[in-house]
C-alpha cells in the first residue's frame, strides 16, 4: 500500500510538471514568434526529444502549427481561447482596427493586461508585402513595448518597480530598456503624452505606438495601436500617427461606455 500511494504522489508530481513544461513552450512560442525544437530546447535547457514530445501533443489539439520552414508558431486554440472573455471589447474596437490598418497600411493591434504580461486579442494585418505578424493569445513582458508601457505607465511605480525587478531576464533586442529608473522616467512622459512608443525594444527593424482605452470608471482595460517596419514610421511622422492612434482608443473607449 506504501508504495502505491508514492507512485501515485510521483505520478501526480509528474504530470503537474508535464503541464508546466507545456506552459514554457507556449511562452517561448509566444515571445519569439516561432521557434525550432532545438532552437526551444536550448531556451529551456532541456533535450530535444522532451519538446517534440510536448510539440506534438499541443499541436493535435491546435495550440501550436508547424511553418513551412518546420519551426513552430502558436496554434489557432490559443487564440480562442484569448478571445473568448473579450468579444465585447474586440467588438468596439474592430472598424477602428481596420481604420488604423488602411491609413498606415500598418498591423493594428488590440491587446489587454493578463498578470505581469500583455496579451494580444485581436489583429488586423496590414497587407503590405513587407509587414509585421502578431499571433492572437500571444504574449509579452509589461517591462518592454509600447502597448505595455501604457499599461504600466497607470500603474503604482512601487508595483511598476516590483515587474521590472521580475522580469530583467526578458530581453528581446539591444534596445531594452533595461535600467528602471529610466523606464519609471519614460512612463511618465507616456502618461504625459497619452501613448506609449517602442522603438525596435521587442524586434528589430519594428516601431509600435499604442494608446490607452478606458473604461467608464476611467480604468486603463486594453491597449490599440500599430506595429510597422522601423522606416515606415520615421521620427517626424510619430505625433501625426499618435494623433490618430489616440482618436481611436477615445473611440474605442467611448462605445464601450455607451453599450
Known amino acids: 500500500m506504501l508504495n502505491t500511494a508514492t507512485k501515485s504522489d ?58 513551412e520552414s518546420r519551426k513552430y508558431s502558436l496554434g489557432p486554440s490559443i487564440g480562442n481561447l484569448a478571445d473568448r472573455p473579450h468579444d465585447r471589447l474586440v467588438a468596439a474596437a474592430r472598424s477602428l482596427l481596420c481604420h488604423l490598418r488602411e491609413t498606415f497600411h500598418a498591423t493594428a493591434v488590440l491587446r489587454v493586461l493578463d498578470g505581469y504580461h500583455v496579451v494580444v486579442v485581436a489583429v488586423e494585418e496590414s497587407s503590405s508585402i513587407l509587414r509585421i505578424t502578431h499571433q492572437v493569445g500571444a504574449r509579452i513582458p509589461l517591462s518592454i513595448g509600447a502597448f505595455s508601457k501604457v499599461f504600466a505607465a497607470y ?17 528581446y533586442t539591444h534596445k531594452k530598456v533595461i535600467n528602471i529608473t529610466e523606464f519609471i522616467r519614460n512612463l511618465r512622459r507616456v502618461r504625459k503624452q497619452g501613448y506609449g512608443f517602442n522603438d525596435e525594444e521587442v524586434a528589430k527593424g519594428v516601431r509600435s ?51
Open 10 to 67: 510521483a505520478e501526480k508530481k509528474k504530470g503537474s510538471l508535464t503541464v508546466l513544461f507545456a506552459l514554457d513552450v507556449l511562452e517561448v512560442l509566444s515571445a519569439r514568434g516561432k521557434a525550432g525544437i532545438t532552437e526551444i530546447a536550448q531556451t529551456l535547457h532541456t533535450d530535444k526529444s522532451r519538446v517534440f514530445r510536448v510539440i506534438t501533443s499541443l499541436a493535435q489539439r491546435g495550440y501550436v502549427t508547424q511553418q
Open 155 to 171: 500603474m503604482p511605480e512601487d508595483l511598476v518597480r516590483h515587474i521590472l525587478q521580475s522580469q530583467k531576464g526578458s530581453v
Open 209 to 259: 505606438l499604442a494608446a490607452p482605452i478606458r473604461d467608464a470608471e476611467g480604468n486603463v482595460i486594453a491597449t490599440i495601436g500599430i506595429s510597422v517596419p522601423s522606416f515606415e514610421l520615421p521620427n517626424s511622422r510619430i505625433e501625426r500617427v499618435a494623433k490618430a492612434v489616440k482618436k481611436a482608443s477615445q473611440e474605442v473607449s467611448k462605445r464601450l461606455r455607451m453599450e
